[in-house]
């Protein structure tokens, strides 16, 4: 090591220094220990005592000593937060699960320095995305469905802390308390989601339910809605209820779709659900669902596209919307469906007449040629596109987001992968291949079909099949995002949530 003036300085600790034998100069790490500065340019260093060789040296019992107490000085920033379960209750239909963070009253703070060497990171404990404050609490809570198929099934996560809510950032254009709800009670399906707006045509999810109620289970055999199909969603409604309920929710659409259009008892049924429930669901077109099954979609269809057909293969309907874009694009995607259609099939009616327990090759031709026929009275011009990105399809429903889990393989179904995925013509192919040679307890097996779907997901790719016979296209994009998200970009763009600039006063 070179002095700073010439010639060589002497090691703190009297060794001298060697040299490498490769001839290159040491590049030791100047750092500070204990507060100190140390190497050959600190104050110590240039003493007079250290010049004279008069430092003082370290024996190899203090040098050991000092090692120990950095070691438990390490240890001693640890501080833990125990886990407590604060409240455990259960009804004949939901199991509440409550856990709540306390952090220790005057634990340090944890040392988030990154481990070197072979260590990495073991010895880090596992925490949460939003760590426990440090005077409050947080606490996890769990509402797991047990109704339908007696196997726990988590419905809902709502994760609270005693933290302030951050303050908006400068720029946005939403108050923090600008909430928006929209429920779908669809055939097979009730799902409801509470969101707030972000930026600009995005909202974020602050709570979400679904479940499946089988609502139109034998209407197409009696044309009425069975009591025990009634039964289930009234329950599953109640459950929204009391959700919309826990939060001041400044604009709120609820809606009702084929299964109530078609039942005799279709509102009588929703009378029903007002007297019991306290909500007031609305049975909307057709024509109003393929307009709000494209608002969801929005956002997946990119700027170089020029033609999209977008289906939304359904319990008892399916809605299928064409749709051009010019050079002149208006913010609502909606505004450029040429031509659309509804079919009167959907997973629940067409597995009915065929059968959707042991479905063959024969048997799942017959559903495809059913839908064909219905296709063909579908009045609109052939579709032709210069470039191959100018066109492709668009799929919104479970039967294309099973097909995707499927496609990637996922030990269990995961929206973030799911939605927004590319699928050639090919992988579409082999994968209705797949689910086809597939016998019912197989599919049932399957993570992202389960038991209540196994049943539905053959004719569903009848319908998906029909389709892309009719507008054969090399790749599709899958969309997990519906009727729900429609109903709350329509509802935002509404308020001009996007373009206010400054908060505006909450609605009485």
């Not at 949460?128 to 809902?156: E, F, Q």
């Not at 909606?334 to 007449?353: C, D, F, K, Q, Y």
Request: charge should be positive.
């Amino acid at each position: 090591m070179e002095d700073p003036e010439g010639g060589s300085a002497p090691q703190k600790n009297g060794a001298q220094p060697v040299e490498r034998a490769d001839g290159k100069k040491s590049r030791r790490r100047k750092g500070k220990r204990g507060g100190k500065p140390r190497g050959p340019h600190s104050a110590e260093a240039n003493s007079p005592a250290a010049s004279s060789g008069q430092e003082k040296r370290l024996n190899e019992e203090q040098v050991t000593h000092l090692a120990r107490k950095r070691k438990r000085r390490r240890r001693g920033k640890g501080g833990g937060s125990p886990v407590v379960v604060s409240a455990s209750q259960s009804t004949p239909d939901k199991l509440i699960i409550a856990v709540e963070v306390k952090p220790e009253a005057g634990a340090p703070k944890r040392n988030r320095r990154r481990h070197r060497g072979k260590r990495g990171l073991q010895g880090r404990p596992l925490t949460a995305a939003r760590p426990a404050p440090a005077n409050g609490t947080a606490s996890l809570k769990l509402d797991v469905d047990i109704s339908v198929t007696g196997k726990p099934v988590i419905s809902s996560v709502q994760v609270t802390s005693a933290r302030k809510e951050a303050a908006p950032r400068a720029g946005d254009s939403f108050a923090s308390d600008d909430l928006y709800a929209a429920l779908d009670l669809g055939t097979n399906n009730c799902r409801l989601l509470i969101a707030q707006p972000t930026r600009p045509g995005q909202f974020r999810v602050v709570d979400a339910f679904s479940r499946i109620v089988r609502l139109g289970e034998g209407l197409a055999v009696s044309g009425r809605l069975s009591q025990d199909a009634m039964d289930r969603a009234v329950d599953a409604l109640r459950v929204c209820a009391s959700k919309l309920k826990s939060r001041e929710i400044r604009r709120m659409r609820l809606i009702a779709t084929e299964a109530c259009r078609r039942a005799e008892n279709g509102q009588s049924f929703l009378d029903r659900v007002l007297k019991e429930t306290g909500l007031s669901l609305e049975i909307i077109d057709r024509e109003t669902e393929a307009r709000l099954a494209v608002s969801g979609c929005s956002s997946l269809v990119g700027r170089e596209t020029r033609s999209v057909v977008l289906f939304d293969i359904g319990g008892g309907s399916s809605e299928i919307a064409v749709i051009r874009i010019g050079e002149n694009r208006f913010n609502r995607l909606a505004n450029h469906i040429t031509h659309w259609t509804s079919l009167p099939v959907g997973v629940v009616t067409l597995s009915e007449r065929h059968g959707g327990h042991d479905v063959t090759p024969e048997s799942f031709e017959g559903m495809v040629s059913e839908v064909e026929a219905m296709l063909s009275a579908f009045e609109c011009p052939d579709i032709s596109c210069e470039e191959p990105g100018d066109f492709h399809l668009i799929g919104t429903s479970g039967t294309v987001t099973t097909l995707a889990g499927i496609h990637l393989d996922l030990p269990r179904y995961d929206r973030r992968k799911v939605d927004g995925v590319w699928l050639t013509d090919d992988e579409v192919t082999a994968m209705q291949s797949k689910l086809l040679s597939w016998d019912f307890e197989s599919r049932a097996a399957n993570p992202c079909i389960g038991p209540d779907r196994a049943d539905l997901v053959l004719a569903g790719c009848a319908i998906l099949e029909a389709i892309r016979r009719r507008w054969p296209s090399p790749r599709m994009r899958v969309a997990d995002r519906g009727l729900r998200e429609g109903l709350l970009t329509d509802m935002m763009a509404d308020d001009g949530v996007w373009r206010r600039r400054h908060r505006r006063p909450r609605q009485k």
